[in-house]
């Protein structure tokens, strides 16, 4: 059974999380915090969004590899939606907040939206780092441990909606519903109601180590098979049948126009060779 807050990180239960989640497919969020990972630390993020009413469910700090955990994953967090990153901190808050100046933004006192909710689970993973300067690009300490707790809570390690947008272009993004509803990892940027701006152009491919669900994928020659998550072409639908009915044939003048029962397997049994098929990346 996996559990609920994730083992190795540390803990710091937000007052107020999201709610009750209401179904769907798992999904993953990433966002970035517009800190500084060399100067703000896990633990002062996740108590500056706590304070904020903005709780996600992971604080991660890619440099040091810290993690520190705000919401049970059975929980709804509060991150999206609102406004993005950490706000000026007020007199008395930690110096370390790794805010830019700026007005203050208050906590989400009619609570967060909706879309924290959507899906049987929605981790919210906030990352100490800039928009502008995609974390990617840098050491992921500690990514291991996160990917495997999402793994293990079925979040499939694919990107309906592809590579999140450069920054500041993701604002101009309009997310889709329909590649929501997939369940996977999403970026900021692309969560639908949202107009946010990050994390950035993020390196996919480098962070699950899975090419993004909407890619362009072409089947291996001889196969016939279109890789998983791409629709098949009605030359790709018939190709199969087509090279049935021609060893069909061939066979067919070998044995004087009969079938014999080992054909039948041989037509019906067969798979395509390990590795076959390939992943444009």
Do not use: K
């Not at 509060?78 to 706000?87: I, T, V």
């Not at 009605?234 to 087509?242: A, M, S």
């Not at 049994?269 to 390939?278: H, K």
């Amino acid at each position: 059974m996996s559990d609920a807050w994730m083992p190795g990180a540390g803990h710091l239960r937000t007052a107020a999380d999201g709610g009750h989640l209401r179904g769907g497919a798992p999904r993953a969020v990433w966002q970035a915090l517009g800190a500084d990972p060399a100067v703000v630390s896990a633990g002062s993020a996740a108590q500056r969004l706590s304070e904020l009413g903005r709780a996600g469910h992971l604080i991660w700090n890619p440099l040091t590899g810290e993690i520190v955990q705000l919401v049970s994953v059975l929980r709804a967090g509060r991150s999206l939606g609102g406004p993005e990153g950490l706000a000026q901190p007020a007199p008395g808050c930690a110096a370390d907040s790794g805010a830019q100046p700026g007005s203050a933004e208050p906590a989400q006192a009619d609570g967060p939206a909706a879309v924290n909710s959507e899906g049987r689970l929605c981790v919210q993973v906030c990352v100490v780092a800039f928009a502008w300067q995609p974390f990617t690009a840098g050491p992921m300490t500690g990514l291991r441990r996160i990917l495997d707790w999402l793994d293990s809570w079925g979040v499939s390690r694919r990107w309906p909606a592809g590579q999140p947008a450069a920054y500041p272009c993701g604002q101009a993004g309009s997310a889709s519903r329909r590649l929501w509803a997939c369940g996977g990892h999403f970026g900021a940027s692309q969560v639908p109601g949202w107009a946010a701006a990050g994390p950035g152009e993020i390196d996919i491919e480098r962070l699950t180590g899975w090419a993004a669900h909407a890619a362009t994928q072409l089947p291996a020659a001889g196969t016939g098979h279109a890789p998983p998550g791409r629709a098949r072409s009605g030359r790709d639908r018939d190709q199969p049948e087509q090279d049935q009915r021609r060893e069909q044939d061939q066979r067919h003048g070998q044995h004087g126009g009969r079938t014999e029962l080992a054909e039948f397997d041989d037509i019906f049994e067969r798979r395509p060779a390990a590795g076959s098929l390939t992943r444009v990346g």
